[in-house]
């Protein structure tokens, strides 16, 4: 089955504990990006990626790095996460930059105390 | 930049009433235009899409978006809801010059059928 995979689905953490987030897609896509939601805001991306080695910044990646070694996986790292980065965030991917239709992930809800 | 607008945070209705939910946006160049369903609990789901030619596009569980591009907007629409239509509905815009291939989302209707 096609998909964008994520893990953990949900987590609690505290202030300054290193995690990381993983998105995985076997759909063959070059493009992967970051998003968190946050009511009433919809979702804006953090970061993105449009191919293996390939990265660049959304609109809000402060506090924020990714990575894209494999064509498949897209981490999101929060190397100190703070309680503002409480949020559901999903990855997203499409099969090529330019090519719109995104394809998301069942979400990682995180919460930061 | 490009920016989207949902003009109704939530909408309650009962089963078989009509729904239309408003989305406009703000770029002046090519667009293409999303709307995404998320149901409780789960992840965003395409229920259409517009890239160019006939504006009135039909989707997946009887939705239809209609665009008009002098008034920027992309009103979704449903003749008769069902129960299972209660979910969370997001707009979604990307400018074809956009960098990053950013969809950029309105914030979001929260929809509730009532049985």
């Known amino acids: 089955e096609a998909q964008v995979t994520q893990n953990p689905r949900y987590l609690i953490t505290v202030t300054g504990k290193k995690l990381t987030v993983t998105c995985s897609q076997n759909m063959n896509h070059e493009y992967m990006s970051w998003y968190r939601q946050d009511p009433g805001l919809g979702l804006r991306q953090i970061y993105y990626s449009m191919n293996v080695e390939v990265t660049d910044k959304g609109d809000v990646p402060e506090g924020y790095k990714v990575s894209r070694k494999e064509k498949r996986n897209f981490p999101l790292i929060l190397e100190s996460p703070s309680p503002n980065q409480t949020s559901l965030y999903f990855c997203?991917?499409?099969?090529?930059?330019?090519?719109?239709?995104?394809?998301f992930g069942p979400g990682t809800r995180l919460t930061v105390l | 930049a490009q920016s989207v607008s949902q003009h109704n945070h939530h909408v309650i209705l009962s089963e078989a009433a009509s729904l239309e939910l408003g989305c406009n946006y703000s770029?002046?160049?090519?667009?293409?235009l999303f709307w995404y369903v998320q149901y409780p609990g789960q992840h965003l789901q395409l229920l259409l899409k517009?890239?160019?030619?006939?504006?009135l596009v039909k989707g997946i569980k009887g939705f239809e978006a209609e665009f008009i591009k002098s008034k920027f907007s992309f009103n979704l629409r449903k003749p008769s809801v069902q129960w299972s239509d209660t979910a969370e509905y997001f707009c979604?815009?990307?400018?074809?010059?956009?960098?990053?291939?950013?969809?950029?989302f309105g914030g979001g209707t929260r929809v509730l059928v009532k049985p």
């Open positions: 979604a815009v990307n400018a074809q010059e956009a960098a990053g291939n950013k969809l950029t």
């Open positions: 517009y890239f160019s030619g006939d504006p």
């Open positions: 997203a991917s499409s099969l090529l930059y330019g090519y719109n239709e995104q394809f």
């Open positions: 770029y002046g160049g090519t667009v293409n």
